[in-house]
Structures are given as structure tokens and as C-alpha cells.
């Protein structure tokens, strides 16, 4: 059955330092989505992504994120400068159509700390 | 102003008996997902549900459009079926999320 990859499943950084996080949504899908949870915390819409574009951010998705679709496969999510407040769990996950017409298929998630 | 609110936020239960877990939402959406996640921390999607009843083996989803109310039940619930339950409503292209409810079913 195909499924969401993500890389790495975990990743330490420095505060201030750069990350990328990397996704391989299900090939067939054409809408992509970012989430994330902090320990303990409900998980957190961050964006959506179609057609080579951000549809959706929420507030938490500020200048210091981005995501780009560098080639056929791969979503990625960039954190300039990361923060402690950073350290969570970053799910990817993907669908066929969008919002509420298909079901959300979400990687294992990268979870991410920041010393 | 927290959305979706999902009950009870603990459950413990006997193996065997039936669950039922509950989620109401304060807006217009365009559907409602029933999510579960493992204590590793993966998230599988259940259900996504936009009107009526649905069911997965021992699984049950029901929405209420009108009362903006959903419950998943869990019939003959094991233990293997504890998990946290997390109930989400997409708006367009995204999507908010309860807190979950964790679930602990003893043998």
C-alpha cells in the first residue's frame, strides 16, 4: 500500500541554525500539508501546498518557514533560524483533492529538537 | 477560541466493552476526520465523514450537521485498540484538530 515517507525521524539543531525537513507524499496526490505537534500539545495545522503553491497557512507559518516542491517526489518544510519553541513533531501528509473531499494520509513524522 | 472539542479526555475501559468517544465543532466545515494515533506518535485517518454513519469492522463514525456533534464508537473494544483519538474538521485546505482522547482498554 503506498505511504507518506518522511526524513529524517529525527533531527537535533542548534538554535539559530537552519533545517530542512523532507517528505515524499503518495505519488498520485496533488495536495500536500504540513503539521505539527508539540510534546504533550494538540497537533497544529502549518500549510497546504497545491499546484506549486501555498493554498493555506495558518498564523503559526511565518517568515521563518517555508516549503518547496523541488522536484516530482519530494515536499520539504524549511526552518530559518530555528527557535527552542521549534522542537516538535513534524507530520507531513497528503491527498488526492483537497480540504474535505479526500482523506489525509500522513507520514511518521520528524521529530525535531532544538538545543 | 478552541474549535473542536473532543470527550472524554482520558477513557479507561474493560476489554470487551463498547466506547464511545465525542467531538463537537463550533464552525462550518467541509468534513470531519476521525484520526488515531499510536504511542509512537503516527497518525492513521479512520474515517473522514460529512454527513450520515460510517463503519470500519469494529469501528463506528456518525455526524450530526445540524447539532455540529460526531462520536466514534468502538465496539468489543482490546487492547490493542489503545491509541489517542483524535477528531479534526477541514476547512478548504486546512484542517484543526481536538485535543484527543486517550484511550487505555485493559485486558
Redesign the interface.
Known amino acids: 500500500e503506498p505511504e507518506v515517507t518522511q526524513t529524517p525521524s529525527h533531527q537535533v539543531t542548534q538554535m539559530g541554525q537552519e533545517v530542512i525537513l523532507r517528505c515524499v507524499p503518495i505519488s498520485n496526490h496533488l495536495?500536500f500539508?504540513w503539521?505539527r505537534?508539540i510534546l504533550g500539545?494538540?497537533?497544529?495545522?502549518l500549510v497546504?501546498f497545491?499546484n506549486n503553491e501555498i493554498?493555506?497557512k495558518?498564523e503559526i507559518f511565518d517568515d521563518q518557514f517555508s516549503v518547496e516542491r523541488p522536484d516530482g517526489s519530494n515536499f520539504t518544510l524549511k526552518i530559518r533560524s530555528t527557535k527552542l519553541e521549534d522542537s516538535a513533531?513534524y507530520?507531513c501528509a497528503s491527498s488526492e483533492q483537497?480540504?474535505?473531499?479526500?482523506?489525509?494520509?500522513?507520514g511518521?513524522?520528524t521529530?525535531l529538537t532544538v538545543t | 477560541k478552541n474549535e473542536v472539542e473532543q470527550s472524554p479526555q482520558n477513557l479507561t475501559a474493560q476489554e470487551g466493552e463498547f466506547i464511545t468517544i465525542n467531538c463537537s465543532y463550533s464552525v462550518g466545515i467541509s468534513a470531519l476526520h476521525w484520526l488515531q494515533q499510536h504511542p509512537g506518535g503516527g497518525i492513521v485517518s479512520l474515517f473522514m465523514l460529512s454527513s450520515g454513519k460510517k463503519k470500519h469492522g469494529r469501528l463506528i463514525a456518525t455526524i450530526n450537521i445540524q447539532e455540529k456533534h460526531s462520536s466514534l464508537h468502538i465496539t468489543a473494544s482490546h487492547p490493542r485498540d489503545s491509541a489517542v483519538y483524535i477528531c479534526a474538521v477541514s476547512f478548504n485546505n486546512d484542517m484543526r484538530f481536538g485535543a484527543g482522547t486517550r484511550l487505555t482498554v485493559k485486558p
Open positions: 495536495y500539508y503539521y505537534q500539545q494538540k497537533v497544529e495545522f497546504s497545491y493554498s493555506e495558518s513533531m507530520f483537497a480540504g474535505g473531499r479526500s482523506e489525509q494520509y500522513f511518521p513524522g521529530r
